[in-house]
């Protein structure tokens, strides 16, 4: 069983930054790639940023040069530093792990989701 817990949300003013992490615990035997996703009400959840085991990132076009997505790997801890922040960035962020269990299963697994707000 796989755990993520995502932490660093919180009420930012537009220009601000926040840093997120997400830490993943449990038994399995490794983990690829780690990834934050978002989503609003309404509305489907979206990549935001996914970075692989060796350090290949991926960024959605609307955050690309702003958010930066790190990773270590001995923590089995993702991160997200979000500069520059828009009200149109505030969502809830979710941190997502693609898991290898001990038995050779392949599983995704989610974090619970922390608030991002972005306002003045």
């Known amino acids: 069983q796989v755990q993520l817990v995502e932490s660093g949300g919180g009420l930012v003013q537009p220009g601000g930054s926040l840093r997120l992490s997400c830490a993943a615990s449990?038994?399995?035997?490794?983990?690829?790639?780690m990834g934050w996703y978002r989503q609003v009400p309404g509305k489907e959840r979206e990549l935001v940023a996914r970075?692989?085991?060796?350090?290949?990132?991926k960024y959605a076009d609307s955050v690309k040069g702003r958010f930066t997505v790190s990773r270590d790997n001995a923590k089995n801890t993702v991160y997200l530093r979000m500069d520059n922040l828009k009200p149109e960035d505030a969502a809830v962020y979710y941190c997502?792990?693609?898991?290898?269990?001990?038995?050779?299963?392949?599983?995704?697994?989610w974090g619970q989701g922390t608030l991002v707000t972005v306002s003045s």
């Open positions: 970075i692989t085991s060796g350090g290949s990132t």
């Open positions: 449990g038994s399995f035997f490794s983990i690829n790639a």
């Open positions: 997502d792990a693609a898991v290898l269990t001990h038995d050779g299963n392949a599983l995704d697994a």
